[in-house]
C-alpha cells in the first residue's frame, strides 16, 4: 500500500470557483500536497491520460470535457491515500455520493463529477508522472 495519491480538479469546478473549497477539504481530510499545478489539457493530452478507456462509448465526450478549460493537478501524501481519498470524494454519480464528500458538494453530473482520484497505488503513481517531474514533488 502506498501513501500517495493523485487527483485534478476538472474544469467544471474550476470554472464554478471550488479551487479553494475542494482543496481545504483535502486538508482536512489529513492529505498533504506534494505536487500541485494548474494546467490546460490539449485534447491530445487528455486522450493520452485517458487512454485507457479509448474502447469505451464515453472516451471522446471526456476528452474534451477534460480539455475544455482548466485544471488542478496535485499529488497527495496520507497513510492508505488512494482508498481514503476514494472515499473523500464520493462516488461518481454525486446523486449517489456520501453527504459531506466532495462530489456531493461540487459535482453536477456524472460526466461534469469535479474531481478525479486514482483508483489504485499503481495509476497513482503513473498519472502523478504524467503531470509532474521528480523535481517537482516534494
Known amino acids: 500500500m502506498s501513501n500517495l495519491t493523485f487527483t485534478m480538479i476538472k474544469p467544471d469546478a474550476v ?5 479553494g473549497a475542494i482543496l481545504a477539504k483535502i486538508n482536512e481530510a489529513g492529505f498533504r500536497i506534494k505536487a500541485m499545478k494548474m494546467t490546460k489539457l490539449s ?34 501524501e496520507k497513510d492508505n491515500a488512494v482508498a481514503d481519498f476514494r472515499t473523500l470524494i464520493g ?20 460526466g461534469e463529477n469535479a474531481v478525479h482520484g486514482s483508483d489504485s497505488d ?17
Request: glycine share 10%; with cysteine.
Open 15 to 19: 470554472k464554478a470557483g471550488h479551487i
Open 43 to 76: 485534447m491530445e493530452k487528455a486522450g493520452e491520460f485517458y487512454a485507457v478507456h479509448k474502447e469505451r462509448p464515453f472516451y471522446g465526450e471526456l476528452c474534451e470535457f477534460m480539455s475544455s478549460g482548466h485544471i488542478v493537478a496535485a499529488i497527495l
Open 91 to 110: 462516488s461518481t454519480n454525486p446523486a449517489d455520493a456520501a453527504e459531506g464528500t466532495i462530489r456531493k458538494l461540487y459535482a453536477k453530473s456524472v
Open 122 to 138: 499503481e495509476n497513482a503513481r503513473i498519472e502523478g508522472s504524467f503531470f509532474f517531474s521528480g523535481l517537482e514533488q516534494f
